[in-house]
T-cell receptor, first 112, second 116 residues
Framework: GQQVMQIPQYQHVQEGEDFTTYCNSS?????IQWYKQRPGGHPVFLIQ?????EVKKQKRLTFQFGEAKKNSSLHITATQTTDVGTYFC????????????FGKGTKLSVIP | GAGVSQSPSNKVTEKGKDVELRCDPI?????LYWYRQSLGQGLEFLIY????????KSGLPSDRFSAERTGGSVSTLTIQRTQQEDSAVYLC??????????????FGPGTRLTVL
């Protein structure tokens, strides 16, 4: 079945450093979503990418969808302590599927 | 209005007992999902409801797990004869979209289930 892999599993950065997490799917995706889960909280939707090669920005966060629509990345510039949490990517489990397959997430720690 | 709500927030039960977890989706959302998240792990899909269609039960780990959605709104996840490996946070999410391409999910706070 479809697999969604995320790397790295953990990342510790000094406040002010940049951070990137990568997401790779075993199959072509119609879209990819990113969620953030703060410690003790629940996942919160960040963004959805649909088009091949799409790049979207939200303040210090930059999201990219690969040309082949099989990979994606999330880059945070100049991390802050508020960025702490686990970042998940998710893609449809199959063509036309409403079910999302989530990656295992990248847990970000920011050292003040 | 309000977001997705779940109850109880915490549930401690003894091995072998049945438990019921409740999810109240955002009003008007036609899609409802249940996930399981074990400590420090990702989200494991359990079941999906869309409107009046038959649910997608492909993620249920065993026949001890079942779920229903009454009137297209509130959903209940039932775990029979609980086992210690069922201990996890059970998350519910809802979505307004009828399209598989644009289906942002809104998550509830989860129910933390502990089986002793």
């Amino acid at each position: 079945g479809q697999q969604v892999m995320q790397i790295p599993q953990y990342q510790h950065v000094q406040e002010g450093e940049d951070f990137t997490t990568y997401c790779n799917s075993s199959t072509t995706l119609s879209n990819i979503q990113w969620y953030k889960q703060r410690p003790g909280g629940h996942p919160v939707f960040l963004i959805q990418l649909v088009k091949s090669g799409e790049v979207k920005k939200q303040k210090r966060l930059t999201f990219q969808f690969g040309e082949a629509k099989k990979n994606s990345s999330l880059h945070i510039t100049a991390t802050q302590t508020t960025d702490v949490g686990t970042y998940f990517c998710a893609g449809p489990a199959g063509a036309g599927s409403y079910q999302l397959t989530f990656g295992k997430g990248t847990k970000l720690s920011v050292i003040p | 209005g309000a977001g997705v709500s779940q109850s109880p927030s915490n549930k401690v039960t003894e091995k072998g007992k049945d438990v019921e977890l409740r999810c109240d989706p955002i009003s008007g959302h036609t899609a409802l999902y249940w996930y399981r998240q074990s400590l420090g792990q990702g989200l494991e899909f359990l079941i999906y409801f869309q409107g009046n269609s038959a649910p997608d039960k492909s993620g249920l780990p065993s026949d001890r797990f079942s779920a229903e959605r009454t009137g297209g709104s509130v959903s209940t996840l039932t775990i029979q004869r609980t086992q210690q490996e069922d201990s996890a946070v059970y998350l519910c999410a809802s979505s307004s979209s009828a399209s598989p391409t644009y289906n942002e999910q809104f998550f509830g706070p989860g129910t933390r289930l502990t089986v002793l």
